[in-house]
Every structure is written in structure tokens, then in C-alpha cells.
């Protein structure tokens, strides 16, 4: 059983104990001596780790920053020892149960536990197919594998290691590297990267790199890195805690010897009064003011498809000065979709779109499924396919061949569709031609298109003057043309996921509080990195595991619904501290003119904190 179980379970134990102390009092047993029996027994079971960290913890932070550095459960603990002196049992108890059931609010809203990225981990290539210098194949631990050596890809296979394709033509999916949704078609001489998929068809490839040293290997590297120096950004209580207790210590004594010089206590009255201000300004209302609060706005985001990982990755979200956006499948869809489709005159359109959809529906290519949907009135039918990688799809229909392919494909074109191709492509649109009988007659554009929550969330960001950012492995036409439609003002293109992380950082170095919205693998070092970093609920496992925020359904509009939560979230948390503060300067006057006792103190101090945790209940709203 672990620590935070057994703490769990005693809470409650002394809890019981209270309660049953309480009604035996309520009841008028005449049982003094047991009743205080059972009020001790519930302080020291439920507080006994409160004052752990209050003593122990206090003398560990002073002797590591060499200042004297109290906390809260310090000022906590004496002000329930100063009550069990002074013979007050029930108000100690009491005090200590609000306290530390706080306490254990607030390590649940702040899921200390760390993120795991074994999923990460098990998406590292282990095996490798090496070729002899015989002509045999041989698989080996991709750690072996040296540079230089030549290496075997088989189709739909992993890749192993960093290198350039000997012979071959693969059409790869480079997701898990640069977030492109496209895959990319590579030949002889062209760079593949380790732990991207192949597509259908067999190559060669010499080994440029090491297994540690693969641009995959490095988004490991940085994913653990950035993993095991992760800090926990303190709570706006959290900053103001060490001055607070050490105000308040540094006054008790005071209180003491200015009651006995202004208005003649004796030391009896001293000592009294001296207790009485040391539990009116215990931090009751205080430690309500944020973990009911934030646990309520928590719940509130989570009915709406948000999760956070803790209360301050919430709170700071308001803060947020700077947003990193990935591409695709965080602004955009994720799928490429036909945006154009323009036809000679002299070509039958409906008949063209059953033979464009007959040929796609029996070819592997990238495009062919974008196609096909496109397209949900055709009528396709069965013909011979043939393709070619590298020049396009054949299909003959009667005594016409049909040729579907990029434009490098073709040398004559229609000058209106030429001149069409080239301002698409200027749109960062993917262009392919139909042929028919080596005639051009048609153009298809494609596009990986923003999704409808995008807009509204770059609006929102710019409107609220947070500086947006995209960082995408695109080309440049592409990454630009998705960055300018959106408002976005900085758009940063043909990046790796170590440069993602750069330039999270440059934000960050610009003292920007900053934050990261992505959804793969290659996002998930800048993720971490970032002060926030926020996972769409449909990316992999890895970015979910890392991130800090989960938008589910991969719904922006969500974003923008949080941050507004924040920063009422950070409205009602000031309200409380300026209440709860009220509340015991108060105290603390009317102290000095003998108008409150203990009792006095603790009904006050348990008013306002209900007061407290019901504005911040306020957030279960809307």
C-alpha cells in the first residue's frame, strides 16, 4: 500500500472519529476527557501528514535556497497546536480536517503522477533487413546496423534507419517525422527517415545515420528530457505562501508584546490572545480559494470534452501569451480533400467523373480515396488499371487510354489549365491532370483544408492579442497559403520536430507564456516543451500521453472555451484570497479589542470558507 493511500484512509479514519466526537457532544454525553480523546485522536490521523510537511519540509526548503522559507502547513500546524494548548480540541480537529481535505483536493486536481510514453517508445524500429555483400538478406537488431550498409525495405514496412533509397520508388508516409498528411513519393538518391511507412512497393537504401542517431531517435531523446525536467507551475496561492506565513510568524510574537504594552494583558491574556490571532489568521478561506474552484471549472470543461492534467496547467492558461499550432489535423482536417475540378469544353463531364472514379477505386494511390469522395453521385465500372509510380494511373476504356497523374507528367497542356495549375499550385494546392489519349482534358486540386473550429480560435487568440504561430513540415506555398486564410501571423514551414522545439522555445525565451496545440508523434518533444502543451483528442496516444490539455474530437472551439474558463477561473480565485484576507484582518482587529475568542474565530473562518467554495461551485455553471 502506498503512502498516499495510507494518508488517504487515516484522513478518513480521523474524520470518523471527529464526527462521532461531535454527536457524543451534541448528544450531552458526560464523557469530557473521551471526547477530547477522540477530537486528538482525528487531529493527529488526519493532519499527522499536514504537519509533516509543514515542520520537515519547511526546514528542507530553508536549508536548500538558504532563507527561511515556511509554507502553509506550517502556520496550519501551529495554529492547531496553539488550540489543543489552550485546550480547544474540537476547534483544532476541525481546522486540521478542512486543511488537509483541501490539501488532498489539491494533489488530485494536480495529477502529479508522470505522463507515460512507453507507447512512444514501442514505435522505435527494432529490426532491420540488411543486404550482404553476397546478395543474401539477413534481419538484425537496427543497432547493429552501421553507416554505409545497404538495407532492404519491404512493402508497408517500417523504415529502420536514416539513409537514401539505392534503387526503388516508394510512395512513404512521413507522418510520424513532419506531420505531412500526404504521403511523399521518393526514388533513387532521396532521403527516407527512420520509423516511417513505406507504401506498396519493395526498395533498397544505404544507411546514412546510426539507430541513435535518427531524427526519430532525437524526438525520443527530447520527449525524455523534456519528460524528467518538467516543473509544476505554482498556484497563484502557491506564490504568495511563504510571504503570508512568514507575516504572520513574524507578527504572533508581536501580538503578544503590543497587547501587553497597549492594553495591559497579562501573560496569561498574552498567550491567550497571542493563539486566538494565530488561528484567526490561519489560512482556512485561503487554501479554499483555488482547489474547490478550479476542481469545479476541471469538471465543468471535462462535461464539455476537455481534460486538463492538473489545476494549474487551467489557471496559467490565461496567462498564455503565445500559441504554437501544428498543422494537420490541429488547424486542418488531416485528410486531403478535392477543392477544384475544371474541364475542357469539349469533354462530357459526367462521363469523365465515372471513369476518374473507376480508375481511383482500383489504384493505391495517396490521392485516389480524396478522389472517390469527391465524387459520391458517379457511377464507376470495371476496368483494366495499371499504375506506374513515379508517372501516374493508366486505365483504357474502349479504345481510349486515360492517364491520371502530377503535372510533370505532361508536356502539351491547355493553356487555361495550365495557367489554372499553376495559380492552385500557388495556393499550396496538390494538382493532378486527366489525359485522355495523351490529351489533357481535366484538372483535379487537392487540399488539406482547415477544419470549421480554426478560424474561430485564430480570431480569438488574435482578437485577445496572443501571438500565433504554425509550425508545419509542409512545403512553404502550402504552409503559408493554410497560415494566410487563417489570420495566423507567424507561419514556419519545412520543419523537423527538433525545430518545432526551437521555436517553442524562442517564444518561451521572450518571456511568453507559452503553449503548443498538436496531435502526432513528431509533436510530442514541442508538447512537452511548452508551458502548456494541448493534445487533440483524435491524435496518437503519444501526443495525448505528453500533453497537458486533451481536446477531444478535435474541436478548437474547445480551446477557446477553456481559455475564457481561465481566466474566470483566475477572477473568482482573486475574489476569495481578497475575501478570505478580509475576513482575518477582521479577526485579527477585533482580537486586539477582546471582541472574539476561539469560537468566534472558527465559526468566522468556516463561514467564509463556505463562502469561498461556493464561488468557486460557481464554474460548474455554463
Aim: glycine share 8%; proline share 3%; aromatic share 6%.
Amino acid at each position: 500500500m502506498n503512502i498516499k493511500n495510507i494518508n488517504t484512509k487515516s484522513y478518513f479514519l480521523g474524520l470518523f472519529l471527529f464526527l462521532v466526537g461531535l454527536s457524543l457532544f451534541l448528544l450531552g454525553a458526560d464523557l469530557p476527557i473521551f471526547i477530547k480523546v477522540l477530537y486528538l485522536l482525528a487531529t493527529l490521523l488526519s493532519g499527522y501528514h499536514v504537519m509533516y510537511e509543514g515542520f520537515v519540509n519547511t526546514v528542507s526548503d530553508t536549508k536548500a535556497r538558504k532563507k527561511f522559507s515556511p509554507n502553509i502547513h506550517l502556520l496550519m500546524s501551529l495554529a492547531a497546536v496553539g488550540a489543543i494548548l489552550i485546550g480547544k480540541f474540537s476547534e483544532a480537529a476541525l481546522l486540521i480536517l478542512i486543511f488537509a481535505g483541501a490539501h488532498f483536493l489539491e494533489e488530485y486536481a494536480e495529477g502529479k503522477s508522470k505522463r507515460e510514453i512507453t507507447k512512444l517508445l514501442e514505435m522505435n524500429p527494432d529490426n532491420a533487413r540488411i543486404v550482404r555483400s553476397d546478395g543474401s538478406i539477413e534481419e538484425v537488431s537496427v543497432d547493429t546496423v552501421q553507416v554505409g550498409d545497404t538495407l532492404q525495405v519491404q512493402n508497408g514496412a517500417q523504415i529502420p534507419i536514416d539513409g537514401t533509397i539505392l534503387s526503388g520508388i516508394a510512395s512513404i508516409d512521413e507522418s510520424a517525422i513532419n506531420g505531412e498528411s500526404i504521403p511523399r513519393e521518393k526514388t533513387t538518391g532521396d532521403n527516407v527517415f527512420a520509423g516511417t511507412i513505406n507504401g506498396n512497393d519493395a526498395f533498397t537504401m544505404t544507411a546514412t545515420k546510426t539507430s541513435d542517431q535518427t531524427v526519430f531517435s532525437k524526438i525520443l531523446s527530447l520527449v525524455d528530457q523534456s519528460q524528467n525536467n518538467l516543473s509544476k507551475t505554482a498556484t497563484k496561492i502557491k506564490k504568495i505562501e511563504p510571504i503570508y506565513v512568514t507575516s504572520v510568524l513574524i507578527l504572533f510574537p508581536l501580538v503578544m508584546l503590543s497587547g501587553a504594552a497597549a492594553f495591559g494583558w497579562s501573560f496569561s491574556t498574552s498567550l491567550y490572545r497571542g493563539i486566538v490571532f494565530l488561528i484567526s489568521a490561519s489560512p482556512c478561506a485561503l487554501a479554499a480559494s483555488a482547489v474547490p474552484a478550479t476542481l469545479s471549472a476541471i469538471s465543468n470543461l471535462a462535461k464539455n470534452g476537455v481534460l486538463f492534467k492538473g489545476g494549474s496547467y487551467l489557471s496559467n492558461l490565461a496567462d498564455l501569451r503565445a500559441v504554437a499550432f501544428d498543422k494537420t489535423g490541429t488547424l486542418t482536417k488531416g485528410k486531403p480533400e478535392v477543392t477544384d475540378f475544371i474541364l475542357t469544353n469539349d469533354v462530357d463531364k459526367n462521363e469523365l467523373i465515372n471513369i476518374i472514379t473507376s480508375i481511383e477505386r482500383q489504384t493505391n494511390h495517396p490521392l485516389a480515396s480524396a478522389i472517390v469522395n469527391h465524387f459520391p453521385e458517379a457511377k464507376p465500372f470495371d476496368l483494366e488499371v495499371e499504375t506506374k509510380i513515379g508517372t501516374g494511373v493508366f486505365g483504357e476504356v474502349g479504345s481510349d487510354e486515360y492517364l491520371i497523374a502530377k503535372p510533370k507528367a505532361f508536356n502539351n497542356v491547355d493553356q487555361e489549365l495550365s495557367e489554372a495549375q499553376i495559380r492552385l499550385a500557388s495556393e499550396g494546392k496538390t494538382v493532378v491532370f486527366v489525359a485522355k489519349n495523351d490529351e489533357v482534358v481535366a484538372l483535379l486540386a487537392l487540399m488539406d483544408t482547415p477544419n470549421s473550429a480554426a478560424q474561430n480560435a485564430i480570431n480569438y487568440l488574435n482578437h485577445e492579442g496572443i501571438e500565433t504561430v504554425m509550425i508545419t513540415g509542409d512545403s512553404k506555398q502550402t504552409g503559408e497559403a493554410i497560415g494566410h486564410n487563417l489570420g495566423i501571423k507567424k507561419v514556419i514551414t519545412e520543419v523537423l520536430p527538433e525545430d518545432k522545439v526551437q521555436v517553442v522555445n524562442e517564444l518561451k525565451s521572450k518571456s511568453l507564456m507559452t503553449g503548443m496545440v498538436g496531435d502526432g508523434v513528431n509533436d510530442a518533444p514541442a508538447l512537452v516543451n511548452a508551458d502548456i502543451g494541448v493534445a487533440m483528442g483524435d491524435g496518437t496516444d503519444v501526443a495525448i500521453d505528453v500533453a497537458d490539455v486533451v481536446l477531444m474530437k478535435n474541436d478548437l472551439n474547445k480551446f477557446v472555451t477553456s481559455h475564457r474558463v481561465s481566466k474566470r477561473l483566475n477572477k473568482i480565485v482573486w475574489q476569495n484570497i481578497a475575501f478570505s484576507m478580509l475576513v482575518v484582518s477582521l479577526l485579527v482587529v477585533l482580537n486586539f479589542f477582546g471582541l472574539t475568542d476561539i469560537g468566534i474565530g472558527v465559526v468566522a473562518h468556516e463561514g467564509s470558507t463556505l463562502l469561498v467554495i461556493l464561488n468557486g461551485l460557481r464554474l460548474l455553471r455554463g
